[in-house]
């Protein structure tokens, strides 16, 4: 558990995700919807049930760490994936997935917590880190170019949103570089 301090002067508390925050992780998501088309969260999509939470809480191949106001109300969320921890040729590599509620973007959060994904990723061993990131992202495309990574492709048409068809970038960076 750690505090971390925005550009504005606010603290946030930084921890690991825990089996009490079931309702207000559905609730972040839920307020998440109304505010971007960036991530693939919309507004009406079913809660994960209890017990698919709490699984995925005891997976030692997810990595959940969650940023909390002073309400206790979760403002950010970041996760890290190890897909294919099975297979020998593929377990090296990790996805990930960052998010903040628009209030506290543009203040070091996402930054901050890039990083700490970055740590628990190598303390995994993991080779290559990865996400997609809608084209017209350019907030999340240029805080990824700061952290290292490289756009490796686009995928076109990739997701189709309020009558529009949206490209997404590929994204990577390989962790042993550093
Ligand atoms: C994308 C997101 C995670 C960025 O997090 P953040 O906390 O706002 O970013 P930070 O304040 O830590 O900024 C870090 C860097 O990112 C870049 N950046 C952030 N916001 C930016 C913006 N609006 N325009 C351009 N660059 C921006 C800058 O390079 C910045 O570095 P600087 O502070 O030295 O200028 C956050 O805006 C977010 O959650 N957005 C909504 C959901 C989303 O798009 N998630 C990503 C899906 S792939």
Redesign the pocket.
Known sequence: MEKFRL?NGFEVLVRNLNCDDYEAFCGFYEQ?AT??I??NQYVGRPRRSRESFEARLNDENIYKLVALNDDQKII?VCSVVIERPEHPWLNKSCDF??????E???????????KKMEEWARTKKMHRIC????AK????I??Y??CGYEIEGMARDAAYIDGQWHHQYYIAKILDKE
Do not use: P
């Not at 506290?104 to 890039?114: A, E, H, N």
């Open positions: 550009k998440l505010e971007t960036f991530t950010g997935g960052i998010m903040i509620l628009r506290y973007t543009g203040k070091g959060l996402g930054f901050y917590m890039m996400a997609q990131v809608r992202n350019t907030a999340a240029a805080l170019l700061k």
